[in-house]
């Protein structure tokens, strides 16, 4: 395992690389200046705008501003921010905690809501319960998340005053506790879950119907196993092996689709900083930002391949 490991990580090199040089030309063709704002300025001198320019390369052909850029990661240095000309690891380091804080709870919410009612379904199929989760899915499937916010924060911010309605703390005395970081998380929360619970349910509905179709399932029954140990221990660890790949897929969508959630409800987070960060086109914080999601991308298919030997023993990687 730990040679297959190593493995990836040495095919993952060139993967990252490649990664970076597209990212970086994209943004480099994108329309505009990191510089614009300052135009819009009377203050601001040419002259001084020219001396910014320089402090951070742009004057350089593009090649030589990656190449300089690459340097910079390989030794620790992810650069300087253009717009606040602080370190893109110091800013990145700031938010990583909220960002982590809001993803980590709307997977746990997501993961422990869609696997049992997926399962449930299938169980219950034509049933009562089946045919009222199964629509629901796709309405949480089709629902816009910007929108699903907003009606949150009209309900229980606004009309009925049960939650606040943005931030991650309340300012004043009780500010940061436990109970009001909590008190926050739960709408971004509930928002950014939503499409994960919907999609995920039906995965888990429709693999395991199709592992309760086959010929061991039939087997084990006729042998007289109780039907408790059929669904619970035969079925259900078949039924999570096409799980694993669709859930590690999507843990870096789920991260990157925190910027709309967090940006609704002023999340500070990654988020938000990308999303500011992409208006104001600071290629520093922007590169920095797309490589943790590149590299999010690259250890979750690794997790995958490590489960996928966890729950299959005709696995192996020696």
Sequence with gaps: ML????????????MLLATSIIIYALLQAMPGDPLDMYLEN???????????????????????????????????????SINSSRPVLELIGERVVPTLQLCGVSFLIALCISIPVGIFCAIRKGKVFDNVATPLTFLGISMPSFWFALILQLTFAVTLHWLPSAGRTSVGVGGGTFIDIARHIIMPATVLSLIYIASWTRYARSNYL????????????????????????????????????????????????????????????????????????????????????????????????????????RIKYE
Excluded: C
């Design 210 to 313: 199709e592992v309760l179709g086959q010929d061991f399932i039939r087997t084990a029954r006729a042998k007289g196993l109780k039907e408790k140990k059929v669904l619970f221990i035969h079925a259900l660890r078949n039924a999570l092996i096409p799980m694993v790949t669709v859930i590690m897929i999507d843990i870096p969508v789920l991260f990157s689709g925190a910027v709309i959630t967090e940006t609704v409800f002023a999340w500070p987070g990654m988020g938000t900083l990308f999303y500011d960060s992409l208006n104001k086109q600071d290629y520093p914080i922007l590169m920095g930002v797309l490589m943790i999601n590149a590299v999010l991308v690259i250890l979750s298919n690794l997790l995958a391949d490590i489960i996928y030997a966890a729950l299959d023993p």
């Design 3 to 14: 040679k297959f490991i190593g493995k990836r990580i040495l095919q993952a090199i060139p």
């Design 42 to 80: 009377p203050n601001a001198s040419l002259e001084a705008i020219e001396a910014i320019k320089e402090a951070h390369g742009l004057n350089d052909p593009v090649p030589i501003q990656y190449l300089h850029w690459l340097a910079g990661i390989l030794t620790g240095d992810w650069g300087v």
